[in-house]
């Protein structure tokens, strides 16, 4: 019977040991670096995804870009993401901390762009009240509309600072 409850204790605790899936990188990056990394690279594709000419004309390379930012190269990282990719819940966690940081970013951004509209639109009905007509926009202008890059450098500039 003693024998029986051992074997028993045994296989217990060998199916209960997790395995670590992957081992960790002999340079860890710690936690909160690798979300500013992956919510760096997670704004370059939303830039190459909304106007692909504006990455792809510059020399430069902004993910090596983001990669000297932080002082890790791409193998580094490489090998980090699957570190923590192993563990679904934190990865998520991480996932969804990035999701919070760029709906911040997101919505002060669309502040900033309803600001600008209204601004316009009071300037259009002061100069509606005077009696001046509104001269078309050259081709060079760019329409009110549209988010400006600057806007959301500085709104990220202003967050990292905090």
Known sequence: MKNCILIVLVLFLSVSCKKELVKQPAKLIERGKMIDIMYDLSLL?????????????NETNPTKFIFQ???VDSLQFAQNNMYYAA??????????????????????????V????????????EEAKKGIKQTPKSSDEKPANKVNVDSIRRMINLNKKK
């Open 69 to 71: 930012k932080y002082k």
């Open 114 to 125: 309803k600001i600008d509209e209204k601004k316009e639109a009071k300037i259009k009905k």
């Open 87 to 112: 563990d679904y819940e934190r990865y998520k966690d991480m996932f969804d901390e990035i999701s919070k940081r760029l709906a911040k970013n997101q919505r002060a951004t669309d502040s900033l």
């Open 45 to 57: 594709e939303a830039i190459k995804y909304q106007n692909p000419m504006s990455v792809d004309s």
